[in-house]
């Protein structure tokens, strides 16, 4: 009687560590998992609610610059852009005294979207005289973007100086804008 209780007890305690290992395995870790994975979802909800409610608080702020940044544009009529791009460069060279070497025009269509209209300018003057015309091109309210710039010496003393600039400007679609 003693063996059969032993066997007894043995299975029993055999089917109890099977079940708790079953029930470790397929119901508890994952439980365990999921729970995990939903605390982590719900902690970037709440990231991403804070950074709405952010933005909203800066709505009006971001609106008026996105406002003012879209009235900068250049002209959807791709002659009159190119007219807005060339009066801009002469008012900078007359401005800091420089001389237009060359200027060379390329349209891109990147996009449904938007234009953009790149400009290769090569200017000749002095160290002052240039940085002027660079301030001048940096500090334009139109919508150009000062891609790459080239500096040369074209003399031993360093005293006239060549400079390249890569600009582009943005026009923007009339459902973009």
């Not at 979802?41 to 709505?59: H, T, V």
């Not at 003399?155 to 600039?165: A, I, R, V, Y």
Request: proline share 2%; with cysteine.
């Amino acid at each position: 009687m003693q063996i059969e209780n032993r066997q007894k007890l043995l299975i029993i305690l055999a089917a109890t560590a099977i079940g708790l290992f079953a029930g470790d395995r397929l119901v508890l870790t994952p439980l365990a998992k999921s729970w995990s994975a939903r605390s982590a979802r719900i902690a970037e909800l709440r990231k991403d609610i804070a950074n709405g409610n952010r933005l909203l608080l800066r709505s009006q702020n971001l609106r008026s610059r996105w406002d003012r940044m879209s009235h900068n544009t250049l002209s959807n009529n791709t002659s009159a852009a190119e007219q807005q791009v060339f009066k801009a460069i002469d008012r900078w060279a007359q401005e800091a005294g420089v001389i237009i070497a060359s200027i060379t025009p390329q349209w891109k269509h990147d996009s449904d979207e938007y234009m953009t209209y790149e400009c290769r300018v090569d200017t000749t003057g002095d160290l002052s005289r240039l940085s002027r015309f660079l301030y001048s091109v940096e500090s334009e309210p139109l919508a150009l973007k000062l891609q790459s710039v080239e500096l040369a010496a074209r003399d031993k003393e360093g005293q006239q100086l060549s400079l390249g600039l890569q600009i582009s400007g943005l026009v923007l679609n009339s459902q973009a804008k």
